[in-house]
């Protein structure tokens, strides 16, 4: 039944996509102004599915205030990124996203049909409901994070979509779902979208192996930086398979620090990121970064800092 949907589906959503405010609107960046891309459908929707074909036609360069992740269903087409000194092909089968506020240009090639599922995310929802699923991969996390402290950003995710993963097949659910909408079509998109973003940050991760590292005291602190919100001693001892004391004696000759230290430079870390880069509360940055209470994480950041969090952000 789906299958059958799927293509009916498709062609809706195609129609659908003019209608949508795809108007340029001036946004200041340092002392001059760029064209930019505000949320496009309806302000009350969290998660905005589109469906994109085009014969042959270049973009104004632009930027956005919402998180987009592109993938090619058919055909290909060029991205010009940063004043258009950076050029990419974006091929049948890979996924190309995009920060809010990195600015870009969507270029088709000529003569030929180029089909883009596109999968749009309020910053809100994105920073509430999908980062703190994202961020034990330190990189991918400040990937997701760097454009809001930095306005002349120009990070992208490319990479191809491996056929035996589940990415092609979430996608095109989420454009089923959200061309027959609902009532619950957006409580119905999130776990989707939720899937959908576990399966990139699996693929990207795999696309962009690092050397592991091989000292334990690397590797141990490597284990802490994708699991500081939950990390123990004891933990990774059993991970490990060493006696605390040990782990403990080790960080301190191979590292300098303690394990607590090496944990609360991760947290402060992310900590300052979350800060600066979101709008989320302090109690929610204090749950993300794995303190039980706003109070607790009031104080380390106080000792570690020497200012409070909300002195920080002023």
């Known amino acids: 039944m789906g299958r059958q949907r799927l293509p009916l589906a498709i062609e809706k959503l195609q129609n659908q996509f003019s209608e949508l405010d795809w108007s340029y609107h001036d946004f200041p960046v340092g002392s001059q102004n760029e064209k930019m891309y505000r949320w496009p459908g309806d302000p009350d929707e969290d998660i905005l599915i589109c469906v994109h074909k085009s014969g042959g036609i270049q973009e104004l360069f632009h930027r956005h205030d919402f998180f987009y992740f592109n993938f090619t269903y058919k ?38 049909e180029t089909i883009i599922f596109g999968v749009l995310i309020q910053k809100g929802t994105f920073f509430r409901s999908f980062l703190p699923m994202l961020s034990a991969n330190s990189k991918l996390f400040r990937f997701f994070l760097d454009p809001a402290t930095n306005d002349f950003s120009e990070e992208y995710l490319h990479f191809k979509i491996e056929d035996d993963c589940n990415i092609r097949a979430l996608l095109e659910m989420m454009v089923i779902e959200y061309a027959y909408k609902e009532e619950d079509t957006q409580d119905v998109l999130k776990p989707l979208v939720l899937s959908f973003l576990m399966q990139v940050a699996r693929q990207y991760c795999n696309t962009d192996r690092t050397a592991a590292p091989e000292r334990l005291s690397d590797k141990i602190a490597q284990y802490m930086g994708e699991h500081f919100d939950a990390v123990s001693l004891k933990d990774i001892a059993k991970r490990f398979s060493y006696h605390p004391n040990y782990i403990s004696a080790l960080l301190h000759r191979e590292l300098g620090k ?38 607790n994480f009031y104080k380390a950041f106080r000792q570690y800092f020497q200012i409070s969090p909300r002195e920080y952000i002023k």
Request: proline content about 1%; charged content about 20%.
């Open 75 to 112: 055909g290909q087409y060029d991205s010009l990124s940063y004043k258009y000194d950076n050029r990419i092909t974006i091929r049948e089968g890979e996924l190309y996203a995009g920060q809010p506020f990195a600015g870009h240009a969507l270029c088709v090639h000529d003569n030929s």
């Open 258 to 295: 303690s394990f607590s230290k090496i944990l609360l430079e991760q947290r402060m870390e992310r900590a300052v990121i979350l800060l600066k880069g979101t709008s989320l509360s302090i109690e929610e940055i204090a749950l993300m970064l794995g303190y039980s209470n706003s109070s």
